[in-house]
């Protein structure tokens, strides 16, 4: 092993090795994620995963672990009614709502242990994927789980979780969240990711299973500060009927990857993943869904809206893979692009696997430009060209945005992409 | 006599290296309805393109002059803030871009431009009311996409109901009786000449005498391989209804 591949390694080893003793009796289980992540190291420069999005500036910083507790914090107002507030890692109480809705609980990784849950599914680190080296690290480090029940036939009030880090230091965290949807559950939750503009890394595990005949929403934003690395890894395993719907923005961060893997584990389960990403200024944004279809009548949809502007690049990587014996199932997939300026990047790749023959698939990827036509019918009835444009990109991103089903994220979501707009529009003809 | 609104002199455009636009003269005064009329291919089409700034086409020579100001020298907004107006021949579908939201937006750009207070939501909606009444538009159409899922007869309505929240001073109609039936053509008219008045001007394009039995012109005009070859009064378009465009053509080449 060459010493630019050592280096960072030794750094996080050194990180591991500070903490581990403190980890009592999950250490060993956190040994064995670390040598995992060791085993893997960083993507390679043929790593397929990772083909468009380098590392390179991330393996070369030497984050120390922030695990802050107690330091003040200030947080952006709350997108539902009840907050959990999740800083280097670690729920705040303080920070957080007094209370929680009926039909939801939450646990720490001790409190979860007490009651006699698995450790190894606690901290499990799942294969294969670009990101299982950093749910592998995750796992290592990770301060604490965030353990969430919603109760069996439970209808749970929207809750938000937001996860920050402390304020102006570069640092890393690894926050680690676990969500079960129990039978016949429905439950909101917000994903909210929220930073200043200091260097950092957020390496965040999300597990969900979704239960038979259970409905789990996430509303994901992702609004890290433009020198953010985020990366993210968001798991669910959907049981008989069960429905996973995923509204995404994949808003900020200096450079920010997320896979999204969906199990259809059983008849009739469902999974509806729409998104946006916008990526201007210098961000560089990569997605990489992934819908495994598992058994019969499964049923997914995936549409994702993408937009890059400035130095922005932007990747997409869409897959449904059906399997031998998923009969009956239908795949849907949209993803369609689009560049505002010559300058910008977006590499999209829909990717479709059959191994079943009786099954409804379709499909397609488009990137262009904001349409010359509809330019000139806005500007021919007043608008100025910037107006036009606005209007055109809003609209763009329209049939994503109305699915948004709950307001106050949807109006977050749409108050940074015209805060964002307002600004790339007006500085770039 | 009105002053003149619309002056063009010798006006030559192509698209790439064809030739289209060959040296065409024409006078527009407000209070005036012009036809020009010719079968495809003539220009038609070019001319309005030209004349609101759509992109692709390269004016090679003469000008035009609108109020005084040089009118290729704007921008297609700048031209449509000073009171030009194109109904399009195809109007462009826009999902997502909300009807009322380009009305309003349209709507107080041209105001601002000529200093009036912009609309509130509510001046807006009651005075868009009583023009889509006059288009025998339902309110619905205000909360879709622009001309999205509209049929062509819809579309021209809507061209027609922009024109009239917009009040230009100079409109220009680019095909817009193709595609409708009969009972269409008239609502389209009817919203046309309710808009007629000392102060506006309008210059229909169109290949067929048709739209001339309910808006009638002043001027008719021919327009054939780029040039205007014969200019008369409204019986000249019933003329070119029972004798096509050969005989002016004949007619220019003899003179």
């Known amino acids: 092993m060459n010493a630019s591949v050592a280096e960072p390694l030794a750094h996080y080893r050194a990180a591991f090795e500070a903490v581990r003793t403190g980890y009592a009796d999950t250490a060993a289980q956190r040994t064995a994620a670390f040598e995992r992540f060791a085993t893997l190291g960083f993507p390679g420069a043929r790593d397929e995963a990772w083909k468009y999005t380098s590392l390179r500036r991330l393996e070369s910083r030497r984050f120390p672990v922030r695990d802050a507790a107690g330091v003040p914090c200030v947080l952006p107002a709350p997108l539902a009614g009840h907050r959990i507030a999740i800083v280097d890692g670690r729920r705040r109480a303080d920070l957080s709502s007094g209370s929680l809705p009926a039909g939801l609980r939450l646990r720490t990784l001790a409190e979860a ?140 961060a200096g450079l920010a990857r997320l896979d999204l893997t969906v199990r259809l584990a059983a008849p009739q389960a469902a999974a509806e993943l729409t998104g946006l990403f916008l990526a201007d200024g210098s961000r560089h944004l990569d997605t990489h869904v992934l819908v495994d279809h598992l058994a019969v009548g499964t049923r997914s949809l995936q549409d994702y809206r993408g937009i890059a502007a400035g130095r922005g690049r932007a990747v997409f990587n869409g897959k449904a893979v059906v399997h031998a014996g998923a009969q009956q199932s239908q795949a849907r997939q949209t993803n369609r692009n689009l560049l505002l300026t010559p300058g910008a990047e977006i590499d999209t790749k829909p990717e479709l696997e059959i191994y079943a023959d009786d099954v409804q698939c379709s499909h397609g990827a488009t990137t262009g430009q904001l349409d010359a036509a509809a330019m000139f019918y806005l500007r021919s009835r007043g608008l100025s060209e910037i107006e036009a444009r606005s209007a055109l990109t809003r609209a763009f991103t329209g049939a994503v945005m109305s699915r948004m089903d709950h307001a106050a994220f949807a109006t977050a979501v749409r108050d940074i992409l015209d805060s964002r707009f307002a600004r790339l529009l007006e500085t770039q003809p | 006599m009105n002053d003149i609104m619309l002056s063009i002199r010798d006006l030559h455009a192509q698209i790439g290296a064809r030739k289209i636009l060959k040296g065409i003269n024409l006078e527009v005064r407000a209070g005036e309805v012009h036809a020009i009329m010719g079968p495809n291919g003539s220009g038609k089409s070019t001319l309005s393109s030209v004349l609101a700034g759509r992109e692709g086409y390269e004016v090679t020579a003469g000008s035009v002059e609108y109020l005084g100001q040089d009118l290729l020298e704007m921008a297609p907004e700048d031209r449509a803030r000073a009171g030009v107006f194109l109904a399009f021949q195809y109007p462009v579908e826009i999902p997502g871009v909300n009807n009322a939201y380009l009305l309003k937006a349209a709507l107080n750009a041209v105001r601002k431009q000529r200093g009036l207070p912009e609309f509130d939501a509510f001046e807006f909606l009651a005075m868009v009311r009583d023009k889509m009444k006059l288009m025998q538009m339902d309110e619905s159409f205000l909360n879709r996409g622009v001309n999205e899922g509209f049929s062509g007869g819809e579309k021209k309505r809507n061209e027609i109901l922009q024109m009239a929240v917009l009040e230009p001073k100079l409109a220009l109609l680019d095909e817009t009786d193709s595609g409708l039936d009969i009972d269409a053509l008239r609502v389209v008219a009817n919203g046309v000449n309710s808009l007629r008045g000392p102060d506006r001007a309008i210059v229909m394009v169109t290949h067929y005498q048709r739209l001339l039995d309910y808006i009638e012109p002043d001027f008719v005009h021919v327009l054939y391989d780029g040039r205007i070859l014969k200019s008369g009064d409204k019986s000249l378009a019933l003329e070119l209804e029972k004798r096509g465009y050969d005989w002016v053509r004949q007619e220019a080449l003899v003179a």
């Open chain 1, 113 to 252: 242990q007490a009651d006699g849950e698995s450790l190894a599914a606690l901290l499990r680190v799942t294969q294969g994927g670009g990101t299982e080296r950093f749910a592998a690290l995750n796992a290592a480090l990770c301060p604490d789980v965030v353990l969430l029940d919603v109760a069996d036939g439970a209808s749970v009030d929207p809750v938000e979780i937001i996860v920050t880090s402390t304020a102006t230091e570069p640092g890393m965290s690894h926050p680690r969240l676990i969500i079960r949807a129990a039978p016949g559950s429905t439950s909101r939750i917000v994903l909210r990711h929220s930073g200043d503009d200091a260097e950092r890394l957020v390496n965040s595990v999300v597990d969900v299973e979704v239960g038979p005949d259970a409905t789990a929403h996430l509303y994901r934003l992702l609004d890290n500060g433009a020198r953010a690395f985020h990366i993210e890894r968001i798991e669910a395993t959907v049981a008989q009927r069960g429905t996973f719907i995923v509204h995404d923005a994949q808003l900020g």
